[in-house]
């Protein structure tokens, strides 16, 4: 019944994840209008959202839908609109996410005194390892523990330490920014629907 017509190709299944048919903007709008609909209030819903944001700093791959609800069911936030702020981590920002995680991690680490045994790799190196990682955790590729204990150290111990710091971070903006929001829009909204229905009460007035 909700399947296509024509089935996409797996060019176009690529493509889509990359970049969205309708593009950012139309992709953006969907998935406010979709949170600001969700049950709860201002608060609990902005919660869960900080709570996917915050997840997607961390280098956990293939376990941020599930960080973020155990973060949000914690906080007294909205599941669903965690699930939904998971979003903020897609092909488009992970690298930038991976990049300061890692430096961030590893100039934390240096300026404590326990980072002189690291060494700083390269975007393309990081990447490979990354790729590594998300193997591991989402249990494919056939990637043992033997391949990911080589660089656990290296790499996942400086981004673990960076993404903890982004995320609390990311947490505090991704609240503020949308609780604000959602508390601008509900008051809106709400007046929009009392000046319409005073329009319909006066046309009733009128009729009469």
């Known amino acids: 019944m909700f399947r296509r017509r024509t089935p996409l190709t797996r060019l176009r299944q690529i493509r889509s994840v990359i970049w969205p048919e309708r593009g950012f903007r139309r992709l953006f709008a969907y998935l406010f209008q979709r949170v600001v609909r969700l049950p709860g209030t201002s608060g609990s819903i902005a919660i869960g959202v900080a709570s996917g944001v915050a997840a997607s700093f961390l280098p956990f791959i293939g ?26 981590g ?8 991976w990049v300061s995680d890692y430096r961030l991690g590893l100039w934390l680490l240096q300026q404590s005194g326990h980072g002189d045994q690291f ?8 990447a490979e390892v990354m790729t590594v990682f998300m193997h591991f955790f989402t249990f494919s590729g056939g990637v043992d523990w033997q391949q990911v204990a080589g660089p ?21 903006v991704a609240f503020v920014l949308c609780y604000y929001s959602f508390e601008w829009w ?20 009128t009729g009469q």
């Open 119 to 126: 060494v700083a790799l390269n975007l393309q190196q990081l």
């Open 90 to 97: 897609n092909p488009w920002t992970f690298l930038f996410i």
């Open 152 to 172: 656990f150290e290296q790499v996942f111990l400086p981004m673990t330490i960076g993404g903890t710091v982004l995320a609390i971070l990311s947490w505090v």
């Open 63 to 88: 376990l941020h839908f599930l960080i973020a609800a155990l973060l949000a069911l914690l906080l007294r936030g909205n599941v669903l609109a965690s699930a939904i702020g998971t979003f903020f």
């Open 186 to 205: 509900r008051a809106h909204r709400a007046k929009r629907l009392a000046n319409a229905s005073k329009l319909v009460k006066s046309r009733k007035k």
